[in-house]
C-alpha cells in the first residue's frame, strides 16, 4: 500500500475528515516505508520487529499530543510580527524556499486573483522567487476554480499538458513540483492525488499559510495535502502582494465563505462559513494602496455585503441584520456587529481620489443605509452587482434563493430611484433542475424588463456535495440548457445595447488602465458604471495646469465624450485630464 493510503486509511479509522492534512505523520510513515526499502532483506520477524522499533523511535521525536492542543487553541489570525516555529519533523531551514523560482496561474474569480496575490506574499516571505517564465520554474501552482464542471476540466486538461514538462525535466535540475490550491483542492481532495500522480501539493483556500511547509514536504518525494477549513481564517494580516506592477486597480478581501447555502452552490462547501475582516486591517490594506498610487479597490467577498465584523466587542451587541424588502435567508438572522454601510463609509473616506467598488453582493442585503451612501459619496461607483439567477419564482424557490420575482423587481425599481443613472449587471443561469419552458420565458422577460449594463451568463452545472445534487435531478437536456443560454445571450445583448446608447453624446469620467488590446493608437479605460470605454490616445488639456498639454497615462482620469455605443464597449474621444473631485463638482 501507498504510504499515502496508509495514512488515509488511518484517518478514517479515527474519524477524522478525508484528507484533512497530509501532516507529520505521512511524512514520517513515508520515510519509514522508504526506509524498509533495502537490497538486504532481513526475515520477516526482524523486517516486523525492525519497522516497529524504526517507527516507535521516530514516533517518539515527533510532536506531542500538547503540540497538537496548543495548535487547535491559537487563533487563526496571527500579529505579522509573529514568528511561528517550525513544526517538529522540520527544520526552518528545510521551510525557506532557498531561492526556488515558483509559477503561478489564476482560474476562476476575482477571488481567485486574491488568494493568488496571497499564497505568493506568504511564499515571497519563505524565500522563494517570482517567475513568469514556465520553463524555468521550480514549483508551479495552480489557483483554481470549481463552479462549474467546465471550469475543472480546464485545470485537469492543463496537468496533462504539465506531465509533460514534468517528465522531461532534466535530472541536473531539482524535481519540478506541482501544485493545486483553492476549490478544486478542497472539492477532490483525493481525486487529485490519486488520478494525477504528478499533483505533489494540494491546499484549500483556507491553507495557504501552510504552503511553506506542505512544499518542504513536497522535497522529500512525498505528496503532502491541507485541505482544513477554518471558521475563522481571513488572512487579516497578510498584506497580497500585486501581481501586475502597472496596475491601476486592486481587489480587497473584506470577508470569506458562505451562509446562503443556495442549492445549486458549490462555494459553501470549497469556502466554507462566512467569516469577515477586522474593519481596521481592511483600512490599513486599503491606506498602503492608496499609498502605492492605486486609483480603484474593489472589496472582494463571496456574499460581500453581508460582512459583519464581530471582532469589536463594543458592538456585538447591535441590532440584526437590515434586509431588502421581501427577501428572507435560509440562515438565522445575525446580531451585532459592525455591517457593511459602515465599512463602505470608511473605505471610502481613506482617499477620496480613489474609487471604491465591491462585487459579488445578495440582493437581500442592501438595505437603505447602503444604498444612501452610494448615492451620497463621489467616489463610491454608481454601479451595483445584482445576481437574479432566474426570472421565475419557482425556479428561485427551487435554487433557495429567499426571493421571488416581484421582489427582485420592486428592488430593482427602489435602488434606480435611490440612486439615479446607475449602472446595474447581473449573474443567470441557464437550465436549473426542473426549469421549463415557461420559466426560460419569464428569465428572458427579466432580460427585458430590468435592461442590465452587464451581464454573466451560464449553463447550469451541477454539482456534488450541493442540496441540488442530493435532491433534485438535473433533468434538463444539454442540447437544451444551450439553446436557453443562447436565446438568453441574444436578448441580453440587445437590451444592453439600448442601455448603453443612453450614454451617446454624454460626457463621462473614465480610468485610464492603458493601451486598448485591439489598437495601440487607442486607450482603454472604464467609466463609473464599470463599462470598457476605448478613445484616442491624443493630447489633452489639463484641468489642473491650464495651458498644459499632456497625453493621458495609466492611473489618470479623464472626461470622454461617448460618441457610439454596443452590449459591451463605449466609445468617444478624449476632452480633457481631470480629478475625480473636480469631475464630481462640475458635472
Known amino acids: 500500500m501507498h504510504p499515502l493510503q496508509c495514512v488515509l486509511q488511518v484517518q478514517r479509522s479515527l474519524g477524522w475528515g478525508p484528507l484533512a492534512s497530509v501532516s507529520w505523520l505521512s511524512l514520517r510513515m513515508c520515510r519509514a516505508h522508504s526506509s524498509l526499502s533495502s537490497t538486504t532483506c532481513p526475515s520477516p520477524e526482524r523486517q516486523e520487529d525492525g519497522a516497529q522499533k524504526d517507527f516507535s523511535s521516530r514516533l517518539a521525536a515527533g510532536p506531542t499530543f500538547q503540540h497538537f492542543l496548543k495548535s487547535a487553541s491559537a487563533p487563526q489570525e496571527k500579529l505579522s510580527s509573529e514568528v511561528e516555529d517550525p513544526p517538529p519533523y522540520l527544520t526552518m531551514d528545510e521551510l525557506l524556499g532557498r531561492q526556488r523560482k515558483v509559477y503561478l496561474e489564476t482560474y476562476g474569480c476575482q477571488m481567485n486573483v486574491n488568494d493568488t496575490e496571497i499564497a505568493w506574499s506568504i511564499l515571497q516571505k519563505s524565500g522563494y522567487l517570482r517567475t513568469s517564465n514556465l520553463q524555468e520554474a521550480d514549483v508551479i501552482l495552480l489557483v483554481t476554480c470549481s463552479i462549474r464542471e467546465k471550469a475543472e476540466q480546464t485545470i485537469w486538461n492543463r496537468l496533462h499538458q504539465l506531465k509533460a514538462l514534468k517528465t522531461r525535466r532534466p535530472r541536473s535540475r531539482v524535481p519540478l513540483r506541482i501544485g493545486i490550491l483553492g476549490c478544486m483542492a478542497e472539492r477532490l481532495k483525493e481525486e487529485i492525488l490519486n ?14 499559510r501552510d504552503l511553506p511547509r506542505l512544499l518542504a514536504v513536497a522535497e522529500s518525494g512525498q505528496q503532502a495535502a491541507n485541505v482544513l477549513l477554518s471558521l475563522d481564517e481571513t488572512y487579516a494580516d497578510v498584506m497580497p502582494v500585486q501581481t501586475n506592477p502597472s496596475a491601476t486597480s486592486a481587489f480587497v478581501s473584506i470577508m470569506r465563505g458562505c451562509d446562503n447555502m443556495c442549492s445549486y452552490c458549490i462555494v459553501p462547501f470549497t469556502r466554507g462559513r462566512e467569516r469577515s475582516r477586522p474593519v481596521a486591517s481592511i483600512l490599513e490594506e486599503v491606506k498602503k494602496l492608496s499609498e502605492q498610487g492605486l486609483k480603484e479597490v474593489t472589496l472582494l467577498g463571496q456574499n460581500v455585503n453581508s460582512f459583519r465584523d464581530n471582532s469589536e466587542v463594543q458592538f456585538n451587541n447591535a441590532v440584526s441584520t437590515n434586509l431588502s424588502r421581501g427577501f428572507t435567508t435560509n440562515y438565522k438572522a445575525k446580531q451585532g456587529g459592525l455591517r457593511f454601510a459602515h465599512l463602505l463609509d470608511q473605505v471610502s473616506r481613506v482617499d477620496p481620489e480613489m474609487r471604491i467598488r465591491f462585487t459579488s453582493p445578495h440582493p437581500k442585503d442592501f438595505p437603505d443605509e447602503v444604498l444612501q451612501l452610494i448615492h451620497e459619496r463621489d467616489n463610491i461607483c454608481k454601479q451595483i452587482h445584482l445576481p437574479a439567477q432566474s426570472g421565475s419564482s419557482r425556479v428561485l424557490e427551487a435554487m433557495r434563493r429567499g426571493y421571488s420575482r416581484e421582489a427582485y423587481v420592486e428592488l430593482v425599481h427602489h435602488i434606480r430611484e435611490s440612486i439615479p443613472g446607475v449602472s446595474l449587471s447581473s449573474d ?126 495609466p492611473g489618470d482620469y479623464v472626461l470622454v465624450k461617448i460618441t457610439s455605443a454596443s452590449s459591451q464597449t463605449l466609445r468617444g474621444h478624449v476632452l480633457c485630464r481631470t480629478t475625480l473631485k473636480d469631475s464630481s463638482e462640475n458635472c
Open 195 to 208: 488520478r494525477e500522480k504528478m499533483v505533489d501539493v494540494l491546499a484549500g483556500p483556507d491553507a495557504y
Open 428 to 553: 443567470f443561469i441557464a437550465g436549473f433542475c426542473g426549469e421549463t419552458e415557461e420559466d426560460h420565458v419569464q428569465t428572458v422577460s427579466l432580460l427585458r424588463e430590468v435592461q442590465y449594463n452587464m451581464g454573466f451568463l451560464f449553463a447550469y452545472s451541477m454539482r456534488q456535495k450541493t442540496r441540488a445534487y442530493h435532491r433534485l435531478k438535473d433533468d434538463v437536456p444539454e442540447e437544451v440548457k444551450l439553446r436557453r443560454l443562447e436565446e438568453l445571450i441574444t436578448v441580453f445583448r440587445e437590451e444592453a445595447t439600448k442601455a448603453n446608447q443612453i450614454s451617446v453624446g454624454c460626457t463621462q469620467l473614465v480610468l485610464v488602465e492603458g493601451l486598448s488590446k485591439r489598437s495601440a493608437t487607442d486607450l482603454c479605460g472604464r467609466n463609473d458604471g464599470n463599462l470598457k470605454v476605448i478613445f484616442p490616445d491624443a493630447e489633452m488639456e489639463d484641468v489642473n495646469n491650464p495651458g498644459l498639454r499632456v497625453r493621458a497615462q
